[in-house]
Each structure stands twice: as structure tokens, then as C-alpha cells.
């Protein structure tokens, strides 16, 4: 059966009974806890929830967008179409626009309209940040070559928090770093979010790098080992808190369903050539079943 559901739960009812209630910039108050954990041993389950659908094929084309393309290229996904960084991408004539809270002289949060302006050079982008940072500074490249010729380095760490690149980035990346190993022939990675959108963002987040490090074991000559997960700010905004306890009930009601399989092409073993099409040809979740879409609204 599905860990991950029981973990993903569990997390879900703690926020729930244990959360504060903050404003943000976005203008929708969250229901927060300081801070979370999870550990998934991928040799046991490929961690995908089966109490609500999760759209598996958006959230790995986005992570391989990230570290194979590595793009900030919106409509690269978008020609996939994959949506989720559509209200984030630059306009064309290189400004950016959203409605936040922002605080006024008195230091109270106040609905206003932001306007920043990048660059026409950026248009379509999300500035610097997630693709472009892993290409700028070489991070997946450096990894796959540690992992293949000293996998007993102490170093290998993926940081795409930089912080002169902040600024000139549209949204800082929200799982920011994360740091890998290798034990007794088995790939491991430590992931740190500063910041989770529980209903929509964590889901997706754990489903990508649960694939990433398959595929860079498969690649590496490795067997997937243990990820742990370290959040900080983990929240439910109040407007997804129906969706939320629906989803609660589910499990409740009917518990949770075997976990998927994740497949990877025997014949592909360089990164790069993993397709990344529609299709995803040589990656496949395998035995997904689920208990339907939970339609979550998102936050700016």
C-alpha cells in the first residue's frame, strides 16, 4: 500500500489541528507549521498519492525541463502542455505582472498591483532561476560526473538558491537545495523546500525527485536508495482547505491504494537521452490507480 499517502495525510490532519494562520503576499492567508519531515526508501515504493489524481507526466517533464533541458523557457512547457508556470512567465515586453499583499508605510499587508520589469530579453521566461541557475553553474553535469567517478564524495550538493541570481528571478525556486550520496551501491538524496504548497506543490515535488534520483541511478550504474525530505513552512492555504478535507475523508473512509511502479527504458542510460517529449517514451508510472482529481486553487 501507499506510504506516502498515510505520510502525506498524516501531514495534512497536523496542519490542520496543530497550524497558525499568517497572512502572505499572495493575498490568501495559509495554515501553516514551522517545519516537517518525510523519509521514502525507494527500493520499497515509488512515492505517487493515490488519494487524489496526481498528473505524474506534468510534474516529470517539469523536473526534466529543470535539470535535463535545463530552461526557464515557459514555453518549452507549454508546447508539452504542461501549465503550471504559465502566471509566472515574463510578458513580452519583459515586465512581469501579479496582484499581491505588500506591505504599505505602516507596515500593514495591502492588496496591490506588481509590475517589475526584467528585460525584453527574458520574455517567456521565469528570469533566473530553477533551469537556468542548474545550467549557469553546471550542477547536473558536476553530479552525474561525481556520482560515475568518485561516489564517495561528501560534496555533492544541487543549490539553486544563489543569491545574486534572486533578484533577476521571478519566483526563487521553493525546494532549493539537495544534497546526494552514495551507500553500498545505492543513490541517496537529502531535499530541502523552504517553503510548500502542501496540496499542489508537495505532491508534484516529492514525484520529481523520486524520478530524478531513479534516473540518475539508472544512468550511474546505481540501485534508487532513501530520499529524506526536510520542510520548512509547510501549509494549506484557506482556500484549498475543502479540497484538503475531502481528501482526508477519502482516506478515512476507504484507506489508500497500492503504490505505482516507475519504469525506466533498459536500453537508455545517458541522461540526455531520456526523452522529454509528450510521450515520455522511456519513462512510464506504471499501476497508478487513484481516487480522482482534487481541483485545488493556486496562489501568486
Known amino acids: 500500500m501507499s506510504k506516502f499517502d498515510v505520510d502525506y495525510i498524516n501531514l495534512c490532519k497536523r496542519i490542520l489541528n496543530e497550524g497558525v494562520e499568517v497572512e502572505n503576499r499572495t493575498g490568501v492567508n495559509t495554515i501553516k507549521v514551522p517545519s516537517h519531515h518525510f523519509h521514502f526508501d525507494l527500493s520499497e515504493e515509488f512515492p505517487v498519492l493515490t488519494t487524489k489524481q496526481l498528473y505524474f507526466k506534468a510534474a516529470i517533464i517539469?523536473?526534466?525541463?529543470?535539470?535535463?533541458e535545463q530552461s526557464n523557457d515557459v514555453r518549452w512547457l507549454q508546447e508539452r502542455g504542461v501549465k503550471i508556470w504559465d502566471e509566472w512567465e515574463i510578458a513580452e515586453d519583459g515586465y512581469w505582472r501579479a496582484t499581491q499583499m505588500l506591505p504599505n508605510e505602516e507596515g500593514v499587508l495591502e492588496k496591490k498591483e506588481v509590475e517589475k520589469y526584467f528585460g525584453e530579453e527574458w520574455a517567456h521566461t521565469i528570469g533566473t532561476a530553477y533551469g537556468w541557475i542548474v545550467k549557469n553553474f553546471q550542477l547536473i553535469d558536476k553530479l552525474i560526473d561525481?556520482?560515475?567517478?568518485?561516489p564517495n564524495d561528501r560534496r555533492m550538493v544541487l543549490s539553486l538558491w544563489q543569491d545574486q541570481f534572486i533578484d533577476t528571478a521571478v519566483l526563487p525556486s521553493c525546494v532549493w537545495s539537495s544534497e546526494w550520496d552514495v551507500t553500498d551501491g545505492k543513490l541517496n538524496c537529502w531535499v530541502h523546500q523552504r517553503s510548500c504548497d502542501v496540496p499542489l506543490g508537495l505532491p508534484f515535488n516529492v514525484t520529481q525527485y523520486?524520478?530524478?534520483?531513479?534516473?540518475?541511478a539508472h544512468c550511474t550504474g546505481l540501485e534508487p536508495g532513501t530520499i529524506d525530505w526536510s520542510i520548512k513552512d509547510a501549509h494549506i492555504y484557506v482556500n484549498q482547505v475543502d479540497g484538503i478535507k475531502e481528501q482526508i475523508k477519502r482516506f478515512d473512509e476507504q484507506g489508500h491504494l497500492p503504490a505505482p511502479e516507475l519504469w525506466i527504458d533498459p536500453e537508455v542510460r545517458d541522461f540526455y537521452e531520456i526523452d522529454n517529449s509528450?510521450?515520455?517514451?522511456?519513462?512510464?508510472?506504471?499501476k497508478y490507480e487513484h481516487m480522482g482529481?482534487?481541483?485545488?486553487?493556486?496562489?501568486q
Not at 517539469?62 to 535535463?68: A, C, G, K, S, V
Not at 509528450?278 to 506504471?286: F, G, I, M, P, T
Request: proline content about 6%; aromatic content about 8%; hydrophobic content about 50%.
Open 62 to 68: 517539469e523536473m526534466l525541463w529543470i535539470y535535463q
Open 146 to 150: 561525481r556520482l560515475k567517478n568518485n
Open 210 to 216: 523520486a524520478t530524478l534520483l531513479s534516473l540518475l
Open 278 to 286: 509528450r510521450e515520455l517514451k522511456h519513462v512510464k508510472v506504471k
Open 293 to 299: 482529481p482534487i481541483k485545488f486553487p493556486i496562489a
